[in-house]
Structures are given as C-alpha cells and as structure tokens.
C-alpha cells in the first residue's frame, strides 16, 4: 500500500491493511471490499502521478454512491487512517531512538547536555536551574479529539502487539501476531467510530484521569529519577508538575459548578490513592525481610511500633507491619478525600494522613533509609524510590488544577456584591481608576460583602459556591491542588483585583498577610489588541499591593497568553510576532517589580492554534522569559499523540525539558536577531493582518462563505465537548471559539488560519533579508517550517469543491478566488524564503509522511461534500448524518493535528 524510506513502516502498513481488507471483505462483503480497494487504488495512482492518472476515475467511483456504499467507504477509509497512523509512529518512534542513540538530538537528556557543556554549561548550572524550575503540561478539555476513547483504545493494543513482536525478536510467531492483530481490527470495525450522546463534564475529568493514571503516574516518576540520576542529584526536588483545566475551566462553559470541582478532585484522589495502594499493597507483598536476618534503623523500629498490625505470620518482619500500617493509614485517607472506602479493605483501623502527602512520603522514606542503610546501593533506586517519587510529583491531589473565568463574569458579581453591600450602586459605571480605587479600599478591610440574608444573582452564588469548593479543596488536599485563576478577556488591572476580592469572600485572601493567599490571579492576554496592551496592563497590576504582595510571596508573576484567539484575531504571522513580543515586554515589567515571569502558553493542536513542536517552540521563545519556568496546554488530540503511550510520553516531557534548558542556560540568540530584524518583523505582521482582516471581518458575505464552504454545522454533531461551539448565540466570527474555526478549515483542506495574510506582508520586501530571518532566527524559521508543514496539508482543489455548497456562486467565486490567490503568493512566498521547488523540500521525512497519507484522506472529504449537500437539501436520514461525521472523523484522523 503506502511505501516508505524502510522497509518496516511499509510491510507494517501492508500487514495492517490487508489484516483490514480481510476484515471489510468477511463483515461488510466482497462488493464493499471491491469498492473500497478501486477506490484507494485509483486515488494512490492519481497522487502518484497525476499527469497520467488524472482524477477523473477517482470522480467517477465516487460519484453516484448509495447511502449504504457512501458510509462503508468512508468507514473503511476511516479505519485504514486510524491503523497507518499506528505504523507511522512506531516509525518515529524507531528513528527517535536511533537519532538519540547516535547523539544527533538535542530533545534528549543526553543531548541537550552535550550542547551545553559545549557552551560552557557545566551540570551544577543545570541543577541550580532544575531545583527552583517549574515545567507544566496541562491538560484541557478543548474539544478536538474527534476519536472516542475506545477507538483510541484499540489502536493503542493494535500497537502495543506490534511492539511486544519487536521486543521477542525471533520468538514472535507471525501467524500467533496476525490472529492477535485480527481480532483487534475485528472490533475497531465493529467499533461506532463517532459518539452517540454529548460529554458531559464528569466524562472529560474520567477521560484525563485515566491518561494521567495509565501513563504520567509512571513516566513523570522516571522522568524525575532520570533527570536526579544524569545530574547526581538525588534530592533534586520536583520540577514536573502535570496541570489540569477540567472542572475548573468555567469560561463559556454553564456545565463547571462547585459540584463538578468537588467530583473532579475526588475522581483524581481517587486513581491516585488507589495507586499507592496498589503500590504499597505490594511492597508488603515483597518486602519480606525478617528481623532475625537483618537489622533495622531505629526510625523503622519506631514506626514498626506504632502499626496497629497484630498478625502473628509478621510477627518478625518488620518492614511488612511498617507497611500495614501505611496502607491502614492510605486506606482511611481514601474514605476521608473521595468519600468511599478503598478496594481493598485495610486489616485494621487506622488514623488517615491528615497532615497530607509529605507525612506519607515521610513514612516511605524511613523504609527506604533503613533498607539502603542495611542493605546498599542495591535499594537505592528501587519500587520503594519510585513510589516516594510518585509521592512527591503527584501528592493526594494528583494534578493542579486550574480555575478559569472570563472578566466580564468577575465584573458583574462583584458588582452584585457591592450594591447589596451599600458599597457601590453602580460598580461597571466607574472608569479604571474609579474600580481600582474602590477594589483596594475593599481588600484592605477586614469586612466581607456576601450577607448570607441577602438576594444574589443566580450567577453570584454560583461563582461563591465554586471559590469556596475550592478553599475546601485547598484545605483537604495542600497548596499544590490549585495554585492559578486564569483570568479570560483581561484588558485591565481591575480584571486581576477582581478575583482577590472574590478570593477574599470566601477567606483564601486576608488584608492582614495578602501573601499568603494560596492561589494567584494570572491575566489571560488573547486578542492582537490586549497583547499589545499588556504591558501597561501588568505594570499596573503589579503597582497594587495587593497583588504585588502575592508576586513577591510567589517570587513570580503568572501570564497566560493565548495562540488560538490571537489568531483568529489578526492572522497566523501577527499572532506570532505580538506573541513574541508581548513576552518580550512583560519580562521588562516584572524585572521592573522584582518578580520572575511565567508565562503560560495557550497552545493547540494545529498550527493555527500554536501547534507544532513543542522543543522549537520554547526555543523561539525571547531571551529571558523561560528561565527555568513554563506551562503549556496540552489539548484535545495532543494529549493522546504526545502521550498516549509511555515511551512516547517519555520523549515529549523529555523534549519540553530540554528546550526549557536550552532556553534558559544556552546562548540567547534571539535579542539579536530580534534587534536587527525586528522593523521587518513588524512590518509583516501589520499587513499580514491588514490582508487577513480585510478577508475575514471586512469582506461582504464572507461569515455566509465560511459557514456554508466548511463543515462548521455538522462539526458541532460530533459531540467531542461539554462546552457550547460559540461564547454566545452570535453567528458573528468574533464570538465562535477558535478550535470549531480551525477545525472547519481543516475538514475543507483550506487550513486558512495557519497561513492566511503571509504571502501578502511579504511582496516588496527584501527576499535575502527574510531568507537570512529563516536561516538563522528560531523565532522566524519556526513560522515558516509550521507554515510549510500546514500547507503542505492544504488543497486547493478539495477546497474549491467544498465552495461549490456555496448557493450564492458568485459569493463562492468572489471569496474562493480570493483565498486561492493569496494561497499562490503565500506558497511562492514560502518557496522563494526556503530556496526550494516544493513545500516541506527541506523536511523529506515529513514531506513523505504527508504525501503518503493524502491518498486516503481525499475520497473521505469527497464523500464528505456529497452527504453534505444531501442534508443540507433536507435529506434527514440518519445514515447522511453518521456518513458526514465519519467522514470529519476520518479527515481529523489522516490530517492528525487538525483542531
């Protein structure tokens, strides 16, 4: 089927195509399995050599299918993607080893040292930067993931017997691997590949759960273990922290209240305890050691003695009754923080850990003393010391959660709380001044607004009830539960005060010691105008003592600043370059405060959302705003693409360390080139946001052109979120959510949003300056490689099909023309900056991944097309609407990084 530079992605995807066809052929006949297999034939030849195999024999084998074929061939099509995309990242897989093997990549531990031991780095730099570092994944809930997770589940067992055969060499029996994988594909087609039903929330809080149970739980352990081992660091604390928005993420989305924030912590105690558990259940298992053949420290014999174990078998085995008693005390925590008593009971009562994760932690590392004391280095770095340092990454709480919600909530209950409060009759009329001044007046005294006998807003009691789920939180689980409120829409210092009054409301803001509050307000900057203003917008904040006081007690100030609506706002380039420097300027203001930054990126998956490489990224970054500290969203099809099974979670916590040490210790280039090519810079972004704006907000009828030419209706039948598609009922593009838009884009094959404007900001300019930008500026050269990579998934002429659901032809001409001529001076554009022939001319590996996907994806979006226009005729069989949705989901699936 698809042919590769080796022979072993090839013969994978053959394997895996045939084991497929046989399936197709035995569930849904010999006359689906003869459409499909004419169908990709003629497709595969057509993208082979399409100057003698034009599309006209694709065009006739799809035209004129029945329902009943139209569905099956995209189901087929469907599957096939999902099952090539097992082989292409075991591909990677092998040649990530191989790459790191030969020292040839700076994303490993071993690399990034090597690179800066050359630049005079020595390690005890790298340690002094680790030990006060901060580097944070999170994981949100944008609903991009179009695959369900039993989908996700099967080919995740189609891979993991494709790399047990690796791992047994000889002894795998082909005909025993072929029986195994057959049975898997059996049931992926058996599978519904779409949901039936709406998530709900609890749903995404059990989907990320599981991720973070199944896989972080065990590789951010190694991770630490590895990274204290390269550097001699055995007390290195900490520096991994995973995060997580859902069940606290309230922006736009009516479903988050104080109830889902309560269930969302209790479902994370819950994996996380019973992991211990497990854990701690067998090391009592193991650790049999009798106290007539060894000896013990005495804070052992001390802990020993305080075990409410009585068994008489462990009578003499010191480290199994240390470890009864920690499981009785685990177990009693598991009632106290979830509500449920833990799977398996505990021999005896016991005092649950009251005091939190550190006296637990405390309790293992005694153990773990006596035994490397008595015993050496055998015990070193053992179960036990995996689970201490589970214990320490992970706590009770399991992950951070965040808090998120837009200003203009904050605005009006404080403004509800003032007028019953006889504070304010009018708090939204007062200009900035006029709320800061009344804000600090309020968090200075002792006295709270909420009168439990007054009449609120149903809005307001809502936002108290959340901010109080979280003091409850906070209480049971530590300081590290939630430590952030993302502040959404900020373009104000009142936006930051808000929520310390709030946070004051219900008794985590004190006017006695504002740095002790526990949480910390963060600005959200998401449109080109608030990242333009942030600046004066921090500087101001931080002017006020009271969240100047929180900076100071924290020693950093937070800044979340977001990718995708900054996008959507004024173009792909712009975004970019306001980015940068929004960054660059707010590290001016918080040196100025005597505070670090920490910035926090709001990244998607595609790369009109800031998608892209994770490692490239944090080296683009300006010189001095990673120093040791990042957070990053990790969303939607990210998360199962970057993590989704450990050795490749291994690599991406591996790839976001070393750009954040590379970053922060190597040498800072970007100033520079930031000095001397920043007019040009600047230049481009204003008229790549002057053509992007003029297409997207000024053009007559273009909201009609993109509603009717991109699957953006029937994408919101697919049911990937909790969260509505749109902030409000307007059809206006301002208020749709950045994800449905780059989504729409994608399906239509235009990927507008991570192009859009480029080939315009460039005409005129210098070619030689703007192929030095690319050459040598990682800032720059990361724009156009995410820009090739985009377009290299983009097609015209797939595009101009979708146009033609256009009513208006003439709209359709008009808008369509105009999108393809700015493709054409954008590609020449591209070309003309890299030096080659083709798109992605300097990247073969992922040039060939793309083309060979292409093939597959192309007779999904004309089938696609075709059931669109049947119901949107009115054609309302159910079969349309399950074609359409497995089409989208079969594009998402062979574009991978769409939403």
């Known amino acids: 089927m698809i042919q590769a530079a080796d022979d072993a992605p090839r013969e994978e995807v053959r394997l895996l195509g045939a084991l ?34 034009d599309a006209s024999k694709l065009e006739a084998l799809l035209k004129d299918l029945s329902l009943d074929q139209a569905v099956g061939l995209v189901h087929g099509f469907a599957a096939f993607s999902l099952l090539a995309n097992v082989a292409e990242d075991r591909a990677g897989k092998r040649r990530a080893r191989e790459q790191a093997e030969a020292g040839e990549r700076a994303d490993t531990p071993e690399g990034a040292l090597k690179r800066l031991e050359a630049a005079g780095v020595d390690r005890a730099a790298v340690r002094g930067l680790l030990s006060d570092a901060l580097i944070s994944p999170v994981l949100t809930a944008h609903p991009s993931e179009v695959r369900r997770k039993s989908v996700i589940d099967r080919i995740t067992a189609v891979g993991a017997l494709l ?20 049975r898997q594909i059996v049931i992926l087609w058996a599978t519904r590949l779409t949901r039936a039903s709406g998530l709900v929330v609890q749903d995404e ?12 739980l065990h590789v951010a352990p190694a991770h630490l273990a590895e990274w204290r081992k390269l550097l001699d660091a055995p007390d290195l604390p900490p520096f991994l922290r995973i995060g997580t928005w859902v069940g606290g993420d309230r922006d736009g989305n009516p479903n988050v209240d104080a109830a889902v924030m309560s269930a969302a912590f209790r479902t994370q105690s819950r994996a996380v305890l019973r992991f ?117 990454v992970f706590g009770f709480h399991m992950a951070t959660l965040d808090l998120r919600q837009n200003s203009d909530v904050h605005e009006r209950v404080v403004a509800d709380l003032m007028k019953v409060a006889g504070a ?43 901010l109080q789920a979280a003091a409850q939180a906070l209480a049971a689980f530590g300081p590290q539960a939630i430590r952030t409120h993302i502040v959404s829409k900020t373009d104000a210092a009142s936006d930051m005060l808000e929520v310390y009054l709030l946070l004051k409301e219900v008794g985590l803001y004190d006017p006695a010691d504002p740095a002790a509050c526990p949480i910390q307000a963060a600005p959200l900057f998401e449109t080109i105008d608030d990242l333009r203003a942030s600046q004066p917008t921090l500087k101001r904040v931080l002017a006020e003592p009271s969240a100047r006081a929180v900076a100071v007690a924290r020693g950093v100030q937070e800044v979340m600043i977001g990718y995708s609506d ?48 994770s490692f490239s990224a944090v080296l683009g970054q300006p010189a001095g705003t990673v120093a040791g500290r990042i957070r990053v969203t990790e969303q939607g099809e990210v998360i199962a693409n970057k993590y989704g099974e450990p050795e490749v979670a291994q690599r991406n916590l591996d790839a976001l360390t070393c750009g954040t040490l590379l970053a922060s210790l190597g040498p800072q280039t970007d100033g520079g080139y930031s000095a001397e090519h920043g007019a040009m810079a600047a230049r481009l972004s204003a008229a790549s946001m002057k053509a992007y704006r003029a297409l997207v907000y000024e053009t007559p009828g273009f ?5 009717a030419a991109t699957p953006i209706a029937e994408i919101a039948d697919l049911k990937i979120g909790s969260r509505p598609a749109s902030r409000t009922a307007s059809p206006a593009i301002e208020d749709l959510r950045a994800i449905p838009w780059v989504f729409s884009w994608s399906q239509s094959r235009v990927m507008l949003p991570g192009w859009y404007g480029f080939g315009s900001a460039v005409q005129g300019e210098n070619p030689d300056e703007l192929r030095d930008m690319a050459a040598a500026w990682p800032f720059f050269r990361t724009v156009v490689q995410n820009m090739e990579m985009v377009m290299a998934k983009a097609d015209m002429a797939i595009a101009l099909r979708y146009s033609k659901l256009v009513p208006d032809a003439a709209l359709a001409e008009r808008i369509y023309g105009a999108i393809r001529a ?36 192309e007779p999904l979006n004309h089938v696609q097309i075709e059931l669109i226009r049947r119901r949107r005729a009115g054609d309302d069989d159910p079969r349309v609407r399950n074609g359409i949705l497995l089409a989208i989901n079969g594009v998402a699936a062979g574009l991978r990084n769409s939403g």
């Open 424 to 466: 304010c009759d009018d708090y939204a009329a007062l200009d900035e001044e006029g709320r800061l001044a009344l804000l600090a007046r309020e968090l200075a005294g002792p006295r709270p607004l909420f009168s439990p006998y007054a009449d609120y807003a149903p809005e307001t009691l809502k936002e108290r009830a959340i």
């Open 566 to 613: 900054s996008n959507k706002d004024g173009s792909y380039l712009t975004s970019g370059w306001e980015l940068h420097e929004a960054s660059r300027v707010l590290l001016d203001v918080t040196r100025a405060a005597g505070v670090r930054l920490q910035l926090f990126h709001g990244r998607g998956g595609a790369v009109g959302r800031g998608g892209g490489s």
């Open 163 to 182: 790399d047990g055969c690796d791992r047994d060499g000889i002894a795998c029996s082909p005909t025993a691997l072929k029986a195994a994988l057959r």
């Open 276 to 392: 211990y558990l497990d854990e701690v259940n067998a090391l009592g298992e193991e650790l049999s050691l009798s106290a007539d053949l060894t000896t013990v420290t005495p804070e052992l014999a001390a802990l020993v003695g305080t075990s409410g174990d009585a068994s008489i078998q462990r009578a003499d085995e010191p480290y199994r009754r240390a470890l009864s008693q920690i499981y009785a005390r685990l177990s009693a925590t598991h009632l106290a923080l979830t509500g449920g008593p833990a799977p398996l009971p505990a021999q005896f009562d016991a005092a649950p850990y009251d005091d939190g994760p550190d006296a637990f932690r405390a309790d293992l590392t005694v153990l773990h003393d006596s035994l490397v004391r008595t015993h050496g280095a055998v015990f070193a770095d053992d179960r036990l010391a995996r689970l201490i340092t589970a214990a320490d």
């Open 703 to 707: 909201v009609d052109y993109f509603r």
């Open 822 to 857: 700015e493709w054409d001076r954008t590609k020449g554009a591209v070309l003309s900056i890299t030096g080659h022939d083709d798109l992605l001319g300097g990247q073969p590996e992922l040039d060939r991944l793309i083309r060979q996907r292409m093939p597959y994806v």
């Open 20 to 53: 497929l066809g046989e399936v197709i052929r035995d569930e849904g006949g010999q006359a689906l399995y003869d459409r499909i297999e004419a169908v990709r034939q003629a497709s595969v030849a057509y993208h082979r050599d399409s100057a003698s195999h």
């Open 205 to 216: 809080i059990n989907t990320v759960t599981d991720w973070l149970q199944r896989i972080f």
